[in-house]
């Protein structure tokens, strides 16, 4: 049994980071094509990146290790925090595209796309932290875990995204 379990280890920890690659890859790849530019990518990635580091961290603090079952929990948060960030930058972006000055955007992508990102991240992450109360050990975990990236990807996506389009974009 040890050895099955050494065994599975290294396999999930060899797959963990190629997944990851993919996810990124892909969500650098679409975002490109969506946006033809790098710099409005980056404003998108970079939190998501944070955010998975985060999670990475948290699973760490929390001594949940790296499982089979346990590695499509930070891909699924990265998949759920790009669309908080699109939402935002697509939202920021048709604003500034009308004429708008970045804050002016970021103010209009708060009072339309926000506060639908902000509902939508309260109930998913309201909904699976519910699961923390479960006697199944994995459950629990799953709970805290995909309740802290669902928050942590909103506030990600409504803070650290636009922060970085005045850094990046300098409009």
Known sequence: VAARDRRERQVVEAAQFPILLYVFGAIIGLCLLTFRSLRATLSIVLPLGLVSLLGYALMAEMG?????????VVAFGVGIGVDYGIY?????????????TLS???????K???IAIFYTAL???VGVAMW????LKFQADMG???TFMFVVNMVAAIVFLPALCRWLLRP
Do not use: C, H, W
């Open 64 to 72: 949940i290790g790296l499982k089979v079952s346990t590695l499509p």
């Open 88 to 100: 935002i930058f697509a939202r920021m972006r048709e604003a500034m595209n009308q004429g708008k």
């Open 104 to 110: 002016e955007s970021y103010f209009i992508a708060l």
């Open 112 to 114: 339309t796309t926000g």
């Open 123 to 125: 109930t998913l992450a």
């Open 132 to 135: 923390i109360f479960s006697d």
């Open 144 to 146: 805290v875990m995909l």
